[in-house]
């Protein structure tokens, strides 16, 4: 009998511990045996101090993009080129093969000219925008199916999407994003 109650203590002490360890939310309790990852992590930049297309690039600098498994995408980035106008309004949008603007991230990145003629360093996290997580994905949304109707150069239509960089709403410079 004795060893009865004290098994018994010790389940319900087991008992107690187990309640405690679970949310107490009623947001978080459903959500506890779903999936939390729904995408994959991922990171691709914009390299814009080898531009294959020009030998003296007018903007240099890095942006790179990272994915969280929520989906979400914080972008960073830093230019040492390219922004000797401290007057200028600087911005940054992702475009297709045919310069057709597909996210406009200026508002959220605010980038800055540092007076050296290049940026401080930006970084913001976009909830709205993935890399490769869906159809609305930097790498994987296009404006048109048919890439016949902006350049004829064939090797400019195969290449992704790109990282234009502005200056007072007008492109100043290009990168891939791979």
Do not use: W
């Not at 098994?7 to 319900?12: D, G, I, Q, Y």
């Not at 600087?90 to 406009?104: A, K, P, Q």
């Not at 976009?126 to 609305?136: E, K, P, R, T, V």
């Not at 960089?165 to 410079?173: F, R, S």
């Amino acid at each position: 009998m004795k060893y009865y109650t004290l098994l018994s203590f010790l389940v319900l002490l087991f008992l107690i511990t187990i309640a405690l360890a679970f949310p107490n939310g009623s947001e978080l309790l459903p959500k506890t045996f779903e999936k939390r990852n729904q995408c994959n992590s991922a990171s691709v930049d914009a390299d814009f101090n080898t531009n294959i297309f020009k030998r003296n690039p007018s903007v240099v600098g890095l942006v790179v993009f990272s994915q969280d498994e929520s989906g979400g995408t914080e972008v960073a980035g830093i230019f040492s080129k390219g922004f000797s106008d401290t007057s200028a309004t600087y911005g940054l949008r992702i475009v297709d093969e045919c310069r057709n603007v597909l996210f406009d991230l200026t508002e959220g990145l605010n980038i800055q000219p540092d007076g050296s003629g290049g940026t401080k360093s930006f970084r913001h996290k976009f909830s709205d925008i993935s890399i490769d997580c869906d159809s609305n994905g930097i790498l994987t949304k296009k404006v048109h199916n048919s890439k016949r109707n902006c350049y004829r150069n064939k090797i400019r239509n195969r290449l992704p999407n790109k990282v234009m960089i502005t200056k007072n709403g007008q492109g100043i410079d290009f990168a891939g994003i791979f």
